[in-house]
Nanobody, 125 residues
Framework: QVKLVESGGGLVQAGDSLSVSCAAS????????MGWFRQAPGKEREFVAARWGGGRTAFADSVKGRFTISTDNAKNTFYLQMNSLKPEDTAVYYC???????????????????WGQGTQVTVSG
């Protein structure tokens, strides 16, 4: 059973940068596809970014060019670096992992097996 724990959220101003982390235990992240999702108040949880073991990445159009993702295999930790933050980026950010290493349906919540508890990111305008 993979356990994911996010950290690093907070309150920032528009234009600032922030990094959130996802520490994994019970499994090696290099053997999973890893993803970030977010859920804003009153909205459905949505895909933000994903990274596969071979290094392939994918980003939602809304964050492309502003967000990057990386992994530290030695720490078994997955990161989301958020730059040029906007008020509309305000949400609870969730880390996810899936044992399916394929690329199908990666924006679909049900295709991810493991979830963290989330970390709040608030961007003031």
């Amino acid at each position: 059973q993979v356990k994911l724990v996010e950290s690093g959220g907070g309150l920032v101003q528009a234009g600032d940068s922030l990094s959130v982390s996802c520490a994994a235990s019970g499994g090696t992240i290099s053997t999973y596809a890893m993803g970030w999702f977010r859920q804003a108040p009153g909205k459905e949880r949505e895909f933000v970014a994903a990274r596969w073991g071979g290094g392939r990445t994918a980003f939602a159009d809304s964050v492309k060019g502003r967000f990057t993702i990386s992994t530290d295999n030695a720490k078994n930790t997955f990161y989301l670096q958020m730059n040029s933050l906007k008020p509309e980026d305000t949400a609870v950010y969730y880390c996810a992992a899936r044992s399916n290493a394929g690329y199908a349906d990666y924006t679909t919540l049900l295709s991810w097996n493991y979830w963290g508890q989330g970390t709040q990111v608030t961007v003031s305008g």
